[in-house]
């Protein structure tokens, strides 16, 4: 009526019950897993210009979900005059909610430029923003000679 354990029963009843932990171990991680990133971030949002001199543009956004994983932005902008474009990659998401750049390489006085952000994570792209049309200040040029009058 009874039966006799043997080592090599309770060794195979203990490799049977370590297989169902481990295996559902990694049902939960792949589940957990699943849900820890949840795509692509949110584009940036009240993308817009808030300072402009003749040779440099200010502009700031609010960063949107970032999708759970570290993101960084790219912003690109069009000479609007001369039709030259240009790209700044990997500006680092400083984790406040407010992102501000002040780019200064390709901007001339006097010109119109189209300026456009996205957000970037490790799973994609957010749609891109394009901000408005916005024009640097033209140079102007101080005269400071002096004038002498002998008497």
């Known amino acids: 009526m009874y039966s006799t354990l043997y080592k090599e029963d309770l060794v195979n009843c203990f490799v049977f019950v370590c297989c169902i932990i481990i295996s559902i171990s990694f049902q939960f ?4 897993s699943f849900n820890f990133s949840s795509g ?7 993308f817009r210009s808030t300072y402009q001199t003749c040779i440099s543009v200010t502009l700031q ?36 909610a407010k992102i501000i750049w002040k780019v200064t390489n390709g901007i001339f006085p006097s010109h119109r430029y ?9 799973l994609g792209n ?5 901000g408005q049309d ?11 000679a002096w004038t002498y009058i002998l008497v």
């Open 40 to 46: 692509v971030p949110d584009a940036p949002d009240n």
């Open 134 to 144: 916005i024009s640097t200040l033209g140079m102007f040029v101080v005269n400071t």
């Open 61 to 96: 956004w609010l960063r949107g979900f970032n999708g759970r994983l570290e993101q960084t932005f790219t912003t690109a902008y069009a000479d609007l005059n001369t039709s030259d474009e240009y790209t700044v990659c990997d500006i680092e998401d400083t984790k406040d």
């Open 126 to 130: 957010s749609a891109t923003v394009t």
């Open 114 to 122: 189209r300026f456009h952000v996205t957000a970037v994570n490790g």
């Open 29 to 32: 991680y792949n589940l957990v």
